[in-house]
């Protein structure tokens, strides 16, 4: 199996780009003196395989081969509106000292995996459920019956992670308690909406010790004491 370690200079974080490989871009060039060997995150919802569901892999091979050409190195965190990485055409590799895939220069961390970026240590979930799934559904643009972690996935991951320490945790969604309900979408009924999620990752950052937790899913900037949101912005973290 293929094996990518790397000792970066600088790791971000930024949050949802739902494919908008220019709009990356632009992110990419606000940081001063970028290159290969700094390590972005994308917090979730990348969307380098969004047309995956359709059988449109040309256009995420392009998307990906956009990305792979700006100065710095590309790292997903699993969100809610894309395939599952398990589920792409990808290569599996060893990532970072934890679990990953590798498509076109473009790296894909693994749900619960743990890597080790610049000497921290970061617990990686992806996943989150999808507030606009009614609509999705019904102007066929695509939603995925598991953009949620399984109930078994979530109480493996829980159970392997208990009582560890992490410098970072990295996550599409938030905890329960985090949830920042200003910025719920008006006409949304939110009693239809899961937050499965949510209440598994109340749950695991109940029973971990961290420094920092990154989330994306919900097109805000917040601090929130230890728990941090982004979306347009980049943050350097190491």
């Known amino acids: 199996m293929k094996e990518f370690n790397k000792t ?4 971000f974080v930024t949050g949802d780009i739902h494919g908008d490989v220019f709009d990356l871009e632009k992110r990419v060039k606000n940081i001063p003196d970028i290159s290969k060997d700094d390590l972005l995150i994308i917090l979730g919802d990348c969307a380098f395989f969004y047309n995956h569901f359709f059988g449109e892999t040309e256009k995420d091979f392009t998307r990906q081969d956009f990305a792979v050409e700006l100065p710095i190195t590309i790292l ?4 809610n509106h894309e395939v599952p990485f398990k589920e792409m055409p990808a290569k599996k590799i060893k990532l970072l000292g934890g679990d990953g895939y590798e498509s076109h220069g473009i790296y894909f961390a693994e749900n619960g995996t743990e890597l080790m970026i610049k000497g921290k240590k970061c617990l990686i979930i992806g996943g989150a459920y999808s507030v606009d799934k009614e609509m999705r559904l019904r102007y066929a643009y695509g939603w995925w019956g598991n953009e949620e972690l399984l109930d078994e996935e979530l109480a493996e991951i829980e159970a392997r992670v208990t009582g560890k320490v992490y410098d970072f945790v990295l996550t599409h969604t938030c905890p329960y308690s985090k949830l920042p309900r200003e910025v719920f979408l008006p006409g949304i009924d939110q009693s239809k909406v ?20 990154f989330c994306g899913h919900f097109h805000t900037e917040k601090i929130d004491g230890e728990v941090i949101f982004l979306f347009g912005g980049i943050r350097q973290i190491v």
Request: proline share 0%; glycine share 4%; charged share 30%.
């Open 76 to 79: 997903c965190v699993q969100g």
């Open 194 to 213: 899961s937050n499965r999620m949510e209440n598994a990752l109340e749950r695991i950052k109940n029973a971990i010790t961290f420094d920092k937790w």
């Open 8 to 11: 970066f200079n600088r790791v």
